[in-house]
């Protein structure tokens, strides 16, 4: 079975300083790929995905996420943390093996310093 | 385009108890999931309906089930409710049944069980 590891389950970055956050999955084929964010209160909003073709996606907010089948890792990163980035964050895989349903990892939540 | 909306977003129910949430889609997309999320399990696939009929499902008890309207609406019932069904449930549409297609979620119904 699919599963997902997000390592770190609270993160503290200071505004303007790098945001990664870390996602590995264990798949014995490469799967589709995304990450998620949730605000306090609300829904999952999608942040980017990687289904085919370049490995470096570029999603909103200025997040993008590499694809690294060798390392079947999948981490986001953002060059410099906002105020409004705090947020949870979910990896999440789909393979069609599993009837494309959504795996998440455990999720990561972001407390952004001033 | 109108999102994925819930109702109710609130609600309170006592043990044994029955409860019904409603999810009405993004207008065209026809596939409906539903995910519990909790603190202790985090996001857990409850199942998914497509054209009216469950394509996907995933490990919870029978007290769970769902179903999808000609409208593509869904309702999920949980029957003689638990203390520990106490979580967000979350409901997700998308267009087709790809691994690919993303799934666009709504803000949650919020049940708390007495």
């Known amino acids: 079975a699919q599963s997902v590891t997000q390592l770190g389950s609270h993160v503290s970055v200071s505004e303007g300083a790098l945001v990664l956050l870390r996602c590995n999955y264990s798949?014995?084929?490469?799967?589709?790929l995304f990450w998620y964010v949730q605000y306090p209160n609300q829904g999952l909003q999608l942040l980017l995905k990687?289904?085919?073709?370049?490995?470096l996606v570029k999603g909103i907010n200025g997040f993008e996420a590499e694809f690294k089948k060798s390392e079947t890792s999948f981490h986001l990163t953002k060059p410099s943390a906002h105020m409004s980035d705090a947020a949870e964050y979910f990896c999440?895989?789909?393979?069609?093996?599993?009837?494309?349903?959504?795996?998440f990892g455990g999720g990561t939540r972001v407390l952004v310093k001033p | 385009k109108a999102g994925v909306t819930q109702t109710p977003r609130y609600l309170i129910k006592t043990r044994g108890q029955q409860v019904t949430l409603s999810c009405s889609p993004i207008?065209?997309?026809?596939?409906v999931s539903w995910y519990q999320q909790t603190p202790g399990q985090g996001l857990q696939f409850l199942f998914e309906?497509?054209?009216?009929?469950?394509?996907n499902k995933g490990n919870f008890p029978g007290r769970f089930s769902g179903r999808q309207f000609s409208n593509s609406r869904s309702e999920m019932n949980v029957s003689t409710l638990e203390l520990g069904d106490s979580a967000l449930y979350l409901c997700?549409?998308?267009?087709?049944?790809?691994?690919?297609?993303?799934?666009?979620f709504g803000p949650g119904t919020r049940l708390t069980v007495l």
């Open positions: 997700a549409s998308r267009s087709g049944l790809a691994g690919a297609d993303t799934q666009y």
């Open positions: 798949s014995s084929v490469p799967p589709y």
């Open positions: 990687y289904t085919t073709g370049a490995t």
């Open positions: 999440a895989v789909s393979e069609e093996a599993a009837g494309n349903k959504l795996t």
């Open positions: 207008s065209g997309h026809r596939s």
């Open positions: 309906y497509f054209s009216e009929t469950q394509r």
